[in-house]
């Protein structure tokens, strides 16, 4: 059955029984939150999460006798609204984790888990000695390579950037796992990333959630969405499986995964052909429009689109009629939806349906995607020159610059690379181990090196194929400022608690490599050797970004954070930052890149014959990415990993509740205790990527390095398409 109506959810009341579904406390501020400013002893910080997230909450931490008790929601914040999510209330766990990375460690040999203790001085001293020792043998500092992206996303945090290019030219893994085709998509199209504020939802009339599970991964937009729903808009979910955001929606839509661009065509036939188009909207504000709804008309029918996303027609017809009509409508677009080889393309027809239907710079409307826009610091701990002399990669100019590899090929890449090769890996942020594809090459790479130091707080699977680990403060114990790629709220971040044990921060690190480096060779770093970390902080604030929030000092912002003075809805003003300052349906650039010029739709990869099951490895509820899983708490809730299987594809393999299944390709296996279940289709399994705690669990064993279609203008490099993985399942 592809079309589920919601039956059991209804009001306010609805809402709140089911509050633990999303993991956040529906009160705005606990009884000890109120009483805790009051106690003798209890001083109250203001922090900010940095994880990635699109939250990016605000918080409140209460110390007493220097001891981070609890951690709240920030009511000053009208986006986190004094909530938590389930993983925010566990950073108490986190901070005094006895897993926790206490002190620089070496581990000899790699891989061995024979760990020895060593102090700061000896780990920098080793560090510095191999960085220089190399230089010396191949004339740079190229065979050095930096793999860092999201685990902590505080600006201060791009000093790892920093510390790299301070000793010279690098090789860097650029791009980015997550989002790469949509950030391109909407760049051709509109001119680059910009959403309407979350908190418009509650403006909208209709809501499309595309591919987001925002109940698990973004439950602060979804009070916007539940009020819009309670003053009647409708809710409509569109996923290959019946997430808990979907049972929230009016309707959901089981859609074949990767064929979001065929359903969209779909919609836009219908509108085309019942004149539901805003004309005056889209020849104001767009160009190429003609060429596409010509495409559109010759190409495109509902039979087809019903045929190619398992969805009915009069479905298709409800949905963009509805859609069409319902002004201002939103649609919300899931990063999940464009992991694939046609993904980027299937966001760009999305977007043109925002354009027909006039729903782009409306309150209420967008298609919204992500945004960069309160970005823009100073970047002070990242911006760091090369020591004098320095040799990289030379240009036809006679400069010198860094080495780019693929981080979504990084295995293939940096093993491909011999003038120079690289010895040396500097990670930090990352847990490619875990979280990379080609999970064999990932250690077969990481056993080429001379060297491989890791910066991170719990011994995960990267940590186990290093040879130093330096342990890395947590939040609660640095100074940062953080914004989001979401909503429009800016946050400085405290220092509640000294550092634990001897952890430091990426910017500490890079300061004690520098004066280790600089002892041993004067001259060969260029990072400043000392500072206090508020300064660090505070050098990051610009003109633009008090004019932005409304300030003229930083310190304003431990009062509370600050929302930017945006307007609420993206595009409002008509500006598009396109060449032509248009909304470009017809985008040369695209056509440049060797994309198609025009939202056409482009074939979704198939199944091979022997490996007949697509393998969907989303986001959990229970952490992000590598990081909370692990922790006692999460681990009682959630003690190990599950495949959830359709009963009916079960049934075919033998496969019962609990057997262990192997789930294969010829890339590699995994093992997985079953889950049978009908919120997954019969040709989908899907299980949640994440590092457990003592255990060999990796979904990316099975998934190859395989390109979206999109990503190179934005970020170097074209995402990845993770979904579309492809597998063969048998009874372990």
Same mark, same amino acid.
Request: glycine share 8%; charged share 20%; with cysteine.
């Given at each position: 059955?592809?079309?589920?109506?919601?039956?059991?959810?209804?009001?306010?009341?609805?809402?709140? /029984?089911?509050? @633990?579904?999303?993991?956040?406390?529906?009160?705005?501020?606990?009884?000890?939150?109120?009483?805790? =400013?009051?106690?003798?002893?209890?001083?109250?910080?203001?922090?900010?999460?940095?994880?990635?997230?699109?939250?990016?909450?605000?918080?409140?931490?209460?110390?007493?006798?220097?001891?981070?008790?609890?951690?709240?929601?920030?009511?000053?914040?009208?986006?986190?609204?004094?909530?938590?999510?389930?993983?925010?209330?566990?950073?108490?766990?986190?901070?005094?984790?006895?897993?926790?990375?206490?002190?620089?460690?070496?581990?000899?040999?790699?891989?061995?888990?024979?760990?020895?203790?060593?102090?700061?001085?000896?780990?920098?001293?080793?560090?510095?000695?191999?960085?220089?020792?190399?230089?010396?043998?191949? @004339?740079?500092?190229?065979?050095?390579?930096?793999?860092?992206?999201?685990?902590?996303?505080?600006?201060?945090?791009?000093?790892?950037? @920093?510390?790299?290019?301070?000793?010279?030219?690098?090789?860097?893994?650029?791009?980015?796992?997550?989002?790469?085709?949509?950030?391109?998509?909407?760049?051709?199209?509109?001119?680059?990333?910009?959403?309407?504020?979350?908190?418009?939802?509650?403006?909208?009339?209709?809501?499309?959630?595309?591919?987001?599970?925002?109940?698990?991964?973004?439950?602060?937009?979804?009070?916007?969405?539940?009020?819009?729903?309670?003053?009647?808009? %409708?809710?409509?979910?569109?996923?290959?499986?019946?997430?808990?955001?979907?049972?929230?929606?009016?309707?959901?839509?089981?859609?074949?995964?990767?064929?979001?661009?065929?359903?969209?065509?779909?919609?836009?036939?219908?509108?085309?052909?019942?004149?539901?188009?805003?004309?005056?909207?889209?020849?104001?504000?767009?160009?190429?429009?003609?060429?596409?709804?010509?495409?559109?008309?010759?190409?495109?029918?509902?039979?087809?689109?019903?045929? %190619?996303?398992?969805?009915?027609?009069?479905?298709?017809?409800?949905?963009?009629?509805?859609?069409?009509?319902?002004?201002?409508?939103?649609?919300?677009?899931?990063?999940?939806?464009?992991?694939?080889?046609?993904?980027?393309?299937?966001?760009?027809?999305?977007?043109?349906?925002?354009?027909?239907? =006039?729903?782009?710079?409306?309150?209420?409307?967008?298609?919204?995607?992500?945004?960069?826009?309160?970005?823009?610091?100073?970047?002070?701990?990242?911006?760091?020159?090369?020591?004098?002399?320095?040799?990289?990669?030379?240009?036809?100019? =006679?400069?010198?610059?860094?080495?780019?590899?693929?981080?979504?090929?990084?295995?293939?890449?940096?093993?491909?690379?011999?003038?120079?090769?690289?010895?040396? !890996?500097?990670?930090?942020?990352?847990?490619?181990?875990?979280?990379?594809?080609?999970?064999?090459?990932?250690?077969?790479?990481?056993?080429?090196?001379?060297? *491989?130091?890791?910066?991170?707080?719990?011994?995960?699977?990267? *940590?186990?194929?290093?040879?130093?680990?330096?342990?890395?403060?947590?939040?609660?114990?640095?100074?940062?400022?953080? /914004?989001?790629?979401?909503?429009?709220?800016?946050?400085?971040?405290?220092?509640?608690?000294?550092?634990?044990?001897?952890?430091?921060?990426?910017?500490?690190?890079?300061?004690?490599?520098?004066?280790?480096?600089?002892? !041993?060779?004067?001259?060969?770093?260029?990072?400043?050797?000392?500072?206090?970390?508020?300064?660090?902080?505070?050098?990051?604030?610009?003109?633009?970004?008090?004019?932005? !929030?409304?300030?003229?000092?930083?310190?304003?912002?431990?009062?509370?954070?600050?929302?930017?003075?945006?307007?609420?809805?993206?595009?409002?003003?008509?500006?598009?930052?396109?060449?032509?300052?248009?909304?470009?349906?017809?985008?040369?650039?695209?056509?440049?890149?060797?994309?198609?010029?025009?939202?056409?739709?482009?074939?979704?990869?198939?199944?091979?014959?022997?490996?007949?099951?697509?393998?969907?490895?989303?986001?959990?509820?229970?952490?992000?990415?590598?990081?909370?899983?692990?922790?006692?708490?999460?681990?009682?809730?959630?003690?190990?990993?599950?495949?959830?299987?359709?009963?009916?594809?079960?049934?075919?393999?033998?496969?019962?509740?609990?057997?262990?299944?192997?789930?294969?390709?010829? !890339?590699?296996?995994?093992?997985?205790?079953?889950?049978?279940?009908?919120?997954?289709?019969?040709?989908?399994? *899907?299980?949640?990527?994440?590092?457990?705690?003592?255990?060999?669990?990796?979904?990316?064993?099975?998934?190859?390095?395989?390109?979206?279609?999109?990503?190179?203008?934005?970020? =170097?490099?074209?995402?990845?398409?993770?979904?579309?993985?492809?597998?063969?399942?048998?009874?372990?």
């Amino acid at each position: 059955m592809k079309i589920t109506r919601r039956q059991f959810i209804g009001g306010t009341a609805a809402v709140t /029984a089911g509050a @633990g579904l999303f993991g956040f406390n529906m009160l705005a501020e606990s009884d000890f939150a109120r009483a805790a =400013g009051a106690e003798a002893g209890v001083k109250t910080f203001r922090n900010v999460c940095p994880r990635n997230c699109y939250d990016t909450c605000a918080q409140i931490s209460y110390v007493e006798d220097g001891v981070l008790k609890k951690v709240e929601g920030d009511p000053k914040s009208t986006y986190t609204n004094g909530k938590l999510c389930l993983k925010g209330y566990n950073y108490t766990r986190r901070v005094y984790s006895p897993d926790r990375i206490k002190y620089p460690m070496k581990q000899t040999p790699r891989g061995s888990g024979n760990w020895e203790r060593i102090s700061w001085d000896e780990a920098m001293n080793t560090i510095a000695g191999k960085i220089l020792d190399l230089k010396k043998r191949y @004339g740079s500092t190229l065979p050095i390579c930096m793999n860092k992206y999201s685990g902590n996303f505080g600006i201060t945090h791009y000093g790892i950037e @920093g510390t790299m290019s301070s000793i010279g030219y690098t090789t860097r893994a650029i791009g980015t796992p997550c989002w790469p085709a949509g950030i391109d998509s909407q760049t051709y199209d509109f001119g680059t990333i910009v959403n309407n504020d979350p908190e418009d939802f509650v403006n909208a009339n209709y809501i499309i959630l595309w591919g987001s599970n925002c109940a698990w991964t973004g439950v602060h937009s979804l009070p916007f969405i539940t009020k819009a729903q309670e003053r009647g808009a %409708k809710v409509v979910a569109i996923d290959p499986v019946l997430t808990s955001t979907a049972s929230k929606a009016d309707l959901y839509i089981q859609i074949n995964t990767s064929t979001d661009g065929a359903l969209a065509l779909g919609m836009a036939r219908y509108i085309l052909d019942h004149d539901l188009v805003d004309w005056d909207y889209v020849q104001a504000n767009s160009i190429g429009f003609a060429e596409w709804a010509d495409y559109v008309k010759k190409n495109i029918t509902l039979d087809w689109a019903a045929e %190619k996303t398992g969805i009915p027609k009069e479905i298709i017809i409800q949905l963009a009629h509805e859609y069409a009509t319902a002004k201002p409508a939103s649609i919300w677009v899931g990063y999940g939806m464009q992991r694939h080889t046609n993904g980027g393309q299937n966001v760009r027809i999305i977007d043109a349906l925002g354009l027909m239907t =006039g729903n782009i710079g409306k309150s209420g409307g967008g298609i919204n995607y992500a945004h960069l826009e309160t970005w823009g610091f100073n970047y002070h701990a990242m911006v760091m020159p090369a020591p004098e002399g320095s040799v990289g990669m030379a240009g036809p100019d =006679g400069t010198h610059t860094d080495r780019s590899v693929n981080m979504n090929n990084f295995a293939a890449d940096v093993q491909a690379l011999t003038d120079p090769p690289v010895k040396m !890996l500097w990670i930090a942020a990352r847990n490619p181990v875990s979280q990379d594809p080609d999970t064999h090459d990932i250690i077969k790479m990481f056993n080429s090196m001379e060297l *491989v130091v890791t910066v991170d707080s719990f011994f995960n699977k990267t *940590v186990e194929q290093s040879d130093i680990v330096l342990p890395a403060t947590t939040h609660f114990e640095d100074w940062d400022v953080m /914004a989001s790629y979401w909503h429009h709220w800016v946050g400085v971040n405290q220092r509640a608690i000294d550092p634990m044990y001897e952890s430091k921060s990426d910017v500490e690190i890079a300061m004690a490599l520098s004066k280790a480096m600089n002892a !041993l060779e004067p001259g060969s770093c260029t990072y400043p050797t000392e500072g206090d970390p508020e300064e660090w902080t505070a050098k990051e604030f610009n003109d633009g970004v008090y004019n932005m !929030l409304g300030i003229t000092d930083y310190k304003e912002l431990l009062a509370g954070p600050r929302k930017a003075k945006f307007s609420p809805a993206a595009w409002a003003d008509g500006k598009f930052r396109t060449p032509s300052g248009k909304f470009e349906v017809h985008s040369e650039r695209a056509a440049q890149n060797g994309l198609p010029a025009i939202p056409i739709w482009v074939e979704e990869m198939k199944a091979p014959a022997q490996y007949p099951i697509r393998f969907m490895t989303p986001h959990p509820q229970h952490g992000i990415h590598s990081q909370f899983q692990n922790l006692d708490w999460m681990m009682a809730a959630n003690p190990e990993p599950l495949l959830e299987i359709h009963p009916e594809l079960a049934a075919r393999h033998g496969i019962a509740e609990g057997d262990q299944v192997r789930v294969y390709n010829d !890339l590699g296996e995994v093992t997985i205790k079953a889950h049978l279940t009908r919120t997954t289709s019969p040709d989908v399994i *899907v299980s949640y990527e994440a590092w457990y705690k003592d255990s060999p669990f990796n979904v990316n064993y099975t998934v190859k390095a395989i390109p979206a279609d999109m990503g190179k203008l934005a970020t =170097g490099m074209d995402g990845i398409a993770f979904h579309d993985n492809f597998v063969a399942i048998e009874k372990a």
